[in-house]
């Protein structure tokens, strides 16, 4: 009988490591659910909330500080402490409902905020959560941790799929994500759907000007103006004989570039 016993609790202990493995560096705070069990001892075993100041209650030992520590580590105080009243403790220390790992979200580009993870995430999982980012500048944007950065461009891992930058978040780790404002293109005047729209690598005029809906029917096309940043220089400006590019002559079909200016004049005539 005694054998047997000994051939169940390490099935248990066995079973339990994935739990440990999966949650060893999270680190416990106030407000966490715990799920504290001692084998063959059910009046030492418990659930238990974190308090603000950071302990639970065990039964026969008092206040035990767990806030801040991880699982495993909690497991092994436990065990510690227990062995003046347990001859070999095994414990196993279960997070059943995780509020401590927090997330913050700042910059322009994306709804500023705090989100609680209740499982371990990455950044790339966490970015699926919170888009999409047609106003967001992911090349610029960075993750911070205790103060430092960490990762910046988060395009590559998101836009292009690059699975080696993606990296497990830690409580109170912050992403800053700014706007794509310098990196998008105006454009005003007599075309359908005058707006604003995100700068792409590659992009031409004619591609904007379709992007738009076309030029209205007032529309003077050989009279298309870009005006775009020299510098800190006053805005240069460049002229685009549209008519002639949709006739085919393609050295008017200008490469854009990030904030640029387009106007579509009207005729006269």
Do not use: C
């Amino acid at each position: 009988m005694k054998f047997v016993k000994t051939i169940f609790s390490l099935m248990i202990v066995f079973v339990l490591i994935p739990l440990y493995v999966f949650s060893g560096d999270y680190v416990i705070g106030e407000g966490d659910s715990l799920n504290v069990s001692v084998w063959g001892i059910p009046e030492l075993s418990l659930s238990s909330t974190v308090r603000p100041d950071g302990k639970i209650s065990i039964p026969a030992m008092g206040e035990i500080r767990a806030s801040g520590l991880t699982p495993l580590e909690l497991k092994k105080l436990l065990e510690r402490e227990m062995k003046t009243i347990v001859k070999t403790p095994i414990v196993t220390v279960i997070v059943t409902n995780m509020t401590n790992s927090r997330i913050f979200l700042i910059g322009t580009g994306v709804k500023t905020g705090v989100i609680t993870l209740t499982r371990q995430t990455t950044l790339l999982e966490l970015l699926a959560q919170i888009g999409p980012f047609q106003d967001a500048d992911l090349k610029n944007a960075y993750l911070l941790r205790d103060k430092k950065k960490i990762m910046t461009d988060f395009s590559s891992l998101f836009e292009k799929g690059n699975y080696s930058q993606d990296i497990t978040l830690n409580p109170n780790d912050t992403l800053f994500i700014p706007d794509n404002f310098d990196k998008r293109i105006t454009i005003l005047g007599a075309v359908n759907n005058p707006t604003t729209i995100k700068y792409s690598e590659g992009h031409t005029i004619l591609d904007v000007i379709l992007a738009v809906g076309g030029f209205t029917e007032f529309a003077n096309k050989n009279s298309v103006k870009i005006f775009r940043k020299n510098g800190d220089a006053e805005r240069i400006e460049i002229s685009v004989k549209a008519k002639n590019l949709m006739k085919g002559n393609l050295s008017e079909n200008v490469m854009m570039m990030p904030n640029d200016i387009v106007i579509v004049n009207e005729s006269l005539f």
